[in-house]
């Protein structure tokens, strides 16, 4: 048997090493950095749900409509940003960056929507989640 490659936990609460997490994207052929990004869970509330709870609606992920994706670009025009986005994974290439996350939830990529601000140098791109029983959250 070959050696075993030992376990890198830094701590002993971990649940797992990191070498047992995938990337978010490897492309080592590719040496553009990957861009600072934030994903940010997102639910439409009404005066109903904050106030009453009549909907049903508490603030897990599971009741979350849209994923959104905010990715810090400096230094780049809105039209050098080629994005790409599948149901379970986003794709962006720029002369000076290059990211590919794979998705925390199914999207409805036709339906996503994406916005430069270029005072802020930000691209955010609103995913709406894609459920596999719908029917039965809450919306």
């Given at each position: 048997l070959p050696p075993q490659?030992?376990?890198t936990?830094?701590?002993?609460?971990?649940?797992?090493?990191?070498d047992e997490v995938a990337e978010a994207?490897?492309?080592f052929a590719d040496p553009r950095p990957q861009p600072e990004y934030e994903m940010i869970l997102k639910?439409?509330?009404g005066t109903e749900d904050v106030f009453f709870g009549l909907s049903g609606k508490d603030?897990?992920?599971?009741?979350?409509?849209?994923?959104?994706?905010k990715i810090q670009l400096p230094d780049t025009r809105a039209r050098d940003v080629i994005l790409d986005v599948k149901e379970k994974f986003l794709d962006l290439?720029?002369?000076k960056y290059k990211l590919g996350l794979h998705l925390p939830h199914p999207v409805h990529a036709e339906e996503s929507r994406a916005q430069f601000f270029s005072e802020r140098e930000e691209l955010q791109v609103t995913l709406l989640?894609?459920?596999?029983?719908d029917f039965f959250n809450v919306q």
């Open positions: 490659k030992p376990s936990k830094k701590n002993s609460k971990d649940i797992w090493s990191e994207f490897m492309d639910q439409s509330v603030p897990s992920s599971m009741c979350c409509e849209a994923l959104l994706v290439r720029t002369p989640i894609k459920r596999s029983m």
